[in-house]
């Protein structure tokens, strides 16, 4: 019998595939989106990529929300779902999951070489854990202990309204709003959020070409100030998003930065502005003092997530 099993990450901007086998992950397969009309065409490149092999198990996670067996991209158009997945891997009972699901789920296995601290802290034994990260969109869950194991959130946090802590943040949320109504999280904390809040800090430019996120990240790296401010914006917002997170789940156990953004940015992430509001939540400044934040360096943290799923429903 086969124990081969396919794992598949598909997000708004890459869709990432490989095989697992015996605890070990294949070198996996990244495809752009846009490159495919739809996931079934991805699904078939991306296994006839890999190698013809017949699978005994298959999992994905997807940006969006889970519905009756389906994941229609938040900002995507492509919709995932577990009859595609079937039909393209032969395998009757396929995993569907949210993108931070998954996340969520390869906390357990990731060690001090899979991350970056950020500022002081200690974990604390078996208490939740919070994960954030902005890509395309803005992910969040969280792993909640249990009597009988670990649980997961499948949520859409992303999409909480984004307060202000100052007059400079108050016009720049009018700014915002004056473009799309409800200003989320995920309007500014992502990778069209950073685009969005750059022409928000510079209105005086709103007439020239809008500067998308990598050119942003690119001239923060060269020194530019504009950029640099952006850069440091979006890091004290990311900070103060994810201290209410940490609140909110009373995650003593860490908050893990994950996504397509923060890891890849390295020294240009403000460590020191995330921190700052990651903890400035007056009388609970010491309560998250306490918590440590680490940003996930591993480099398919999901696809360990999914395989760590795959187990726990292999013993079900």
């Known amino acids: 019998m086969s124990d081969w099993a396919l794992l598949a990450d598909v997000g708004g901007t890459n869709a990432r595939f490989?095989?697992?086998?015996?605890?070990?992950?294949?070198?996996?397969?990244?495809?752009?989106?846009?490159?495919?009309?739809?996931?079934?065409?991805?699904?078939?490149?991306?296994?006839?990529?890999?190698?013809?092999?017949?699978?005994?198990?298959?999992a994905m996670c997807a940006a969006g929300p889970p519905r009756d067996g389906a994941i229609a991209l938040t900002n995507h158009p492509w919709q995932a779902s577990e009859a595609a997945l079937r039909a393209a891997t032969g395998v009757a009972r396929p995993?569907?999951?949210?993108?931070?699901?998954?996340?969520?789920?390869?906390?357990?296995a990731l060690g001090s070489q899979h991350l970056r601290?950020?500022?002081?802290?200690?974990?604390?034994?078996?208490?939740?854990?919070?994960?954030?990260?902005?890509?395309?969109?803005?992910?969040?869950?969280?792993?909640?202990?249990?009597?009988?194991g670990e649980a997961i959130i499948s949520g859409e946090g992303g999409h909480v309204d984004l307060a202000a802590a100052s007059a400079e943040e108050d016009a720049i949320l009018v700014r915002l709003r004056a473009r799309f109504g409800h200003v989320s999280a995920e309007r500014v904390l992502s990778g069209g959020g950073l685009a969005a809040l750059f022409a928000a800090m510079q209105p005086q430019d709103a007439t020239g070409t809008p500067?998308?996120?990598?050119?942003?990240?690119?001239?923060?790296?060269?020194?530019?100030?504009?950029?640099?401010?952006?850069?440091?914006?979006?890091?004290?917002?990311?900070?103060?998003?994810?201290?209410?997170?940490?609140?909110?789940?009373g995650a003593r156990g860490g908050l893990y930065?994950?996504?397509?953004?923060?890891?890849?940015?390295?020294?240009?992430?403000?460590?020191?502005?995330?921190?700052?509001?990651?903890?400035?939540k007056g009388r609970y400044r010491e309560y998250l003092r306490a918590i440590p934040t680490y940003i996930i360096t591993a480099p398919q943290p999901a696809l360990i997530g999914l395989q760590r799923l795959l187990e726990q429903q292999r013993r079900t």
Do not use: K, M, Y
């Not at 846009?34 to 092999?53: N, S, V």
């Not at 240009?268 to 400035?280: G, K, W």
């Open 18 to 58: 490989a095989l697992a086998r015996g605890g070990r992950i294949g070198t996996p397969v990244t495809l752009a989106t846009e490159d495919f009309a739809d996931l079934p065409q991805a699904l078939a490149h991306a296994l006839h990529t890999l190698g013809a092999r017949s699978l005994h198990a298959a």
């Open 117 to 148: 601290a950020l500022g002081d802290g200690v974990p604390e034994s078996g208490a939740a854990r919070a994960v954030i990260g902005p890509g395309t969109g803005l992910g969040v869950s969280g792993l909640l202990p249990g009597t009988h």
């Open 211 to 249: 500067l998308q996120a990598q050119a942003i990240a690119a001239r923060a790296a060269d020194g530019d100030a504009a950029a640099l401010a952006c850069v440091r914006q979006f890091c004290a917002w990311l900070g103060a998003v994810a201290g209410d997170l940490a609140l909110t789940l």
């Open 95 to 108: 995993l569907l999951v949210n993108d931070f699901t998954a996340l969520a789920a390869a906390l357990p």
């Open 257 to 280: 930065v994950g996504g397509g953004i923060v890891p890849a940015w390295g020294t240009l992430f403000q460590d020191a502005v995330f921190r700052q509001r990651f903890e400035d």
